[in-house]
């Protein structure tokens, strides 16, 4: 897993959806070693004229921007491999967005593995199960 809420600064556009979510798949299972069957990305666009960065427009600002919110499970990526997918992340939307604004943010999310996971079942539980099928 994780789980991934991509805002861009643009009109609704499949194309850039669907590159946007190939992109952004392909950095967090290279950099941060997730499983890419398990890499969900959910992608809202925003038009520039409601993005406001010191009050102003990004329209005014002509500039584009993203905020990035990406869920793992706490203590299964470093400090330096997280560092390393924040550089790399912003370097690669800035680029397909072209010239994105610095004012776009990465949020990692760090979350707790019994209160985060998928099909019904907490990472904790996964981890605790995976535990028993090695021991015995």
Same mark, same amino acid.
């Given at each position: 897993?994780?789980?991934?809420?991509? #805002?861009?600064?643009?009109?609704?556009?499949?194309?850039?959806?669907? +590159? +946007?979510?190939?992109?952004?798949?392909?950095?967090?299972?290279?950099?941060?070693?997730?499983?890419?069957?398990?890499?969900?990305?959910?992608?809202?666009?925003?038009?520039?004229?409601?993005?406001?960065?010191?009050?102003?427009? @990004?329209?005014?600002? #002509?500039?584009?921007?993203?905020?990035?919110?990406?869920?793992?499970?706490?203590?299964?990526?470093?400090?330096?491999?997280?560092?390393?997918?924040?550089?790399?992340?912003?370097? +690669?939307?800035?680029? @397909?967005?072209?010239?994105?604004?610095?004012?776009?943010?990465?949020?990692?999310?760090?979350?707790?593995?019994?209160?985060?996971?998928?099909?019904?079942?907490?990472?904790?539980?996964?981890?605790?199960?995976?535990?028993?099928?090695?021991?015995?």
């Amino acid at each position: 897993m994780p789980h991934i809420a991509l #805002q861009i600064s643009a009109a609704p556009d499949a194309e850039l959806a669907r +590159a +946007a979510a190939a992109l952004v798949a392909d950095l967090t299972v290279e950099v941060l070693g997730k499983p890419r069957e398990l890499v969900a990305v959910a992608i809202q666009f925003v038009d520039r004229n409601h993005w406001f960065i010191d009050g102003r427009s @990004l329209a005014e600002h #002509q500039r584009r921007a993203y905020h990035l919110d990406i869920s793992i499970t706490d203590e299964t990526n470093t400090k330096a491999e997280k560092a390393r997918y924040l550089q790399r992340m912003h370097a +690669a939307l800035s680029d @397909l967005l072209g010239d994105a604004h610095d004012t776009s943010y990465i949020h990692i999310i760090d979350a707790r593995a019994a209160a985060y996971g998928y099909g019904g079942l907490s990472q904790e539980q996964r981890y605790q199960a995976a535990r028993q099928r090695a021991e015995g």
